[in-house]
């Protein structure tokens, strides 16, 4: 599976937009993005998946370029509970998930 | 509701006991999964089973052992505990009973934060 790399941490204040972005240079063609997200004395949640272009849902939004080596999870207006690790997966048919070391996000007042 | 849950939420033991720690779900869901969490590493697999009486080593098996003798429940033992174990382990589970979808979202459970001393 590709390899990802993302921001160590990253720092917001409340009701900004936040945008994290991960490197996926080696993805194939049956891999897909998808985001997790991990409050402190959680389990990692589930937040987005995509293949292409734009997805969004409740929580947030994905974009991926026609290239697919990168993508983009943002998250609109952030409050402070939005303070969490971020992890960007590349998945694949087989149910093996890679976590990296993630991003963490404090958002501030 | 469905849900994951885990069993104890905190352990501590000595070194050299065996624990076992317990995942049940009620999802119905084929696959279970163990990963042990680290500063510094992220979430590694363990162990994980795609089925009753299934079981497969993951990234860091050594040391552990799990079983599945239904649908619902796959505990993790630790037959020697070893302090390189203290960590935070956390079950996950996905897929419909029957199914084996690799891009399906796993269900994580809150976690068991485990100390050997």
């Known amino acids: 599976l590709a390899k990802t790399t993302q921001p160590i941490s990253m720092d917001s204040y409340e009701g900004q937009e936040v945008n994290i972005t991960c490197s996926h240079n080696?993805?194939?063609?049956?891999?897909?993005i998808t985001w997790y997200q991990q409050f402190p004395s959680q389990g990692p949640r589930f937040i987005i998946q995509g293949y292409k272009t734009k997805v969004t849902n409740e929580v947030a939004s994905l974009f991926i370029p026609a290239d697919r080596k990168s993508s983009t999870l943002s998250l609109p207006r952030v409050s402070l509970s939005d303070t969490a690790v971020y992890y960007c997966?590349?998945?694949?048919?087989?149910?093996?998930?890679?976590f990296g070391a993630g991003t963490i996000l404090r958002v501030k007042s | 509701d469905a849900e994951i849950t885990q069993s104890p939420r905190h352990k501590i033991t000595e070194t050299g006991r065996q624990v076992t720690l317990a995942c049940h779900q009620t999802w119905n869901h084929n696959n279970m999964f163990w990963y042990r969490q680290d500063l510094g590493h992220g979430l590694r697999l363990i162990h994980y089973?795609?089925?009753?009486?299934?079981?497969n080593k993951g990234e860091v098996s050594d040391g552990y052992s799990v079983s599945r003798s239904n649908t619902e429940d796959l505990p993790l033992t630790l037959e020697s505990a070893a302090s390189s174990q203290t960590s935070v382990y956390f079950c996950?589970?996905?897929?419909?009973?029957?199914?084996?979808?690799?891009?399906?979202?796993?269900?994580f459970g809150p976690g068991t934060r485990l100390t050997v001393l």
């Open positions: 089973s795609y089925g009753v009486h299934d079981t």
């Open positions: 080696n993805i194939a063609t049956n891999d897909y």
């Open positions: 997966l590349v998945v694949r048919y087989g149910n093996k998930l890679v």
């Open positions: 996950a589970s996905n897929g419909d009973r029957g199914e084996v979808s690799g891009t399906d979202t796993q269900y």
